[in-house]
């Protein structure tokens, strides 16, 4: 027990332990499912990923959802791992666009493999997490998946288009967050309480909880990323040198001068980027309290995440979900 | 009228002009759902596909289906239009795995806009097809296409790891066709037959109608890309060249001497390619009778199409089904 007792204080590792027996099954599930009879590349592909070591946070906050509603049967474990098919589907696909060669810290399925497995296994599971839900038997639950996929997706395409743009907007970063890391939060809580049967206010308090959380999650890593100083496997100003248009470097912008918005043209639009550009964008994002600010976003959607929570099941579920949100901001200490 | 009466000796062409209101409702859903509030980019790369001109032969061959049983309501078109999204976003996908620059004679995607674009507007209406099946309130349907779905991957990519493998047999080749092409086809009628509520054995037959008649489509195709003469926007050796191991090619491998097997292994396997390689491999296939055995192929899978209709509606609907089995080997004069 000493091991699991050191643990102990990460939130998400005591919700990991309240629902071991559910975890396992969807482990086992996922072992079953990524299985192909004929094209023995894609378990191997997706092996890669899924044994990779994340945190299956994702279909933790389904299995959440569905115990918090007091649910007694088997079908969130379907929906959890399709939830975690959806999400392993998209970092495969998110590596080939974004050429990646790495991810927690170790290659990614595009380098040691290709793009093409990538693309290919990417698509399987995104077939097989449809397959998974049908076996659910539930037409409104695949109606919010199917949904959430559709916005992950649009969320991935705008910020595409909105990449190496430096007027930017904040309406369009959160558009972007939304889409590409909210949406499937929102679905995975949403899908827990469908399952259970509870009533709309308590399914709405759901969306919003896992909406707000993902908000939080992807600003803090966006921070994280010139903030540094976290095991979050990426290098310090990865998204400055890809030229992406996140929170801090929007809202420098926003209060930048001539010269400033010379800079920020420059290295992100025209992609001329020198030694010490990282060094001078930190200094400026830090001169203009963009850092700060950014930082106080991410406290406000943790405290709005803890806000939705209000009226739900109270027990230890609901307060591992409540330390979720204040630990997912934690990382900025 | 001139126009479509010389058009109309063309089975799809008749079949069209006869479901041309269910097909212009699947043209307008197609608009509708391919737009993006907010990604523009989406429905841009999505037009150049969907607009290039192709024949709408998979969603057809749902309103097909449908009408032949009798279905009087209108969600064929929303299942329609998600066959014809399911087509499209692994077209996509195809580009990007293939490297393709050409599709029907135009650029592909991948091209115009990026790989990147390609793999998430793919993604995009992937979502947007199973969006569209959930609103047919059918669970059936969605297992039918998710299962066509996983196994279309699992056929993609069973075939990017044969390629370039000299021992892939003739089993493995049509494991391959299965996928990724006839798998959509049947799924295509399948659903056209559960929407309208027909017996086990009609949906059965609408569903080996669609696979016998996609395996016939693709061998042929696979036929083509050495026969050439056809207008299918190929030059005559891209498979070759691509080192795809299509059932020409491993017919004649199986009946190789000893130095026509170091012919296909330093061509297909170790890539090494030269001037006049391409013909030499013509005149082996054809002299071993691969090329006329291939044909002979697409010929009894045709015939295995035309049988399954067997015991479904008569009438106009099922005559041009069978007359498509027919054109689909005609190609081949």
């Known amino acids: 027990m000493h091991v699991l007792d050191q ?6 590792e005591r919700l990991a332990d309240h629902l071991k027996d559910d975890l396992s099954q969807v482990d086992a599930m996922i072992r079953t499912r990524m ?14 990923l899924v044994e990779a070591g994340g945190k299956r946070l994702r279909p ?3 299995l959440a959802a569905a115990r918090l509603c007091g649910y007694e049967g088997g079908h969130h474990v379907h929906l959890a791992t399709a939830v975690e098919f959806i999400h392993t589907a998209t970092l495969l696909h998110d590596d080939v666009v974004d050429e990646s060669g790495q991810r927690r810290g170790r290659p990614t399925a595009n380098l040691l493999w290709d793009n093409k497995s990538s693309v290919l296994v990417g698509d399987y599971l995104f077939a097989r997490s449809f397959q998974l839900m049908t076996e ?6 695949l109606k919010v998946l199917s949904n959430a996929s559709a916005t992950i997706t649009e969320g991935e395409v705008l910020q595409l288009t909105a990449a190496q743009d430096i007027t ?10 939304r889409g590409k890391t909210a949406a499937l939060f929102a679905a995975a809580t949403e899908v827990g309480g469908i399952l259970a049967g509870v009533s709309e206010e308590r399914i709405r308090a759901l969306h919003d909880y896992g909406d707000a959380l993902g908000i939080a999650f992807q600003v803090v890593d966006d921070l994280l990323d010139f903030w540094g100083g976290d095991a979050t496997g990426k290098n310090v100003g990865d998204d400055f040198r890809e030229r992406k248009l996140t929170l801090p470097i929007i809202k420098a912008i926003a209060t930048a001068d001539d010269d400033e918005r010379a800079f920020w043209k420059r290295t992100l639009e025209r992609n001329d980027q020198r030694d010490g550009d990282l060094e001078h964008a930190l ?6 309290g963009a850092l700060e600010a950014t930082r106080e976003a991410a406290l406000g959607w943790s405290q709005r995440a803890k806000d939705s929570l209000v009226g739900l099941p109270e027990g230890p579920i609901l307060d591992m979900l409540a330390d979720i949100a204040d630990y997912v901001v934690a990382r900025l200490r």
Chains 1, 2 share one sequence.
């Open 283 to 288: 200094s400026l994002m830090s001169g203009h």
């Open 7 to 12: 643990k102990a204080h990460k939130p998400h």
């Open 168 to 177: 930017t907007t904040e309406d369009t970063y959160f558009k972007v967050v």
């Open 136 to 141: 659910a038997d539930s037409l409104r639950v």
């Open 35 to 48: 299985a192909s009879e004929h094209a023995p590349r894609i378990p191997e592909v997706t092996a890669h």
């Open 60 to 62: 933790m906050l389904t």
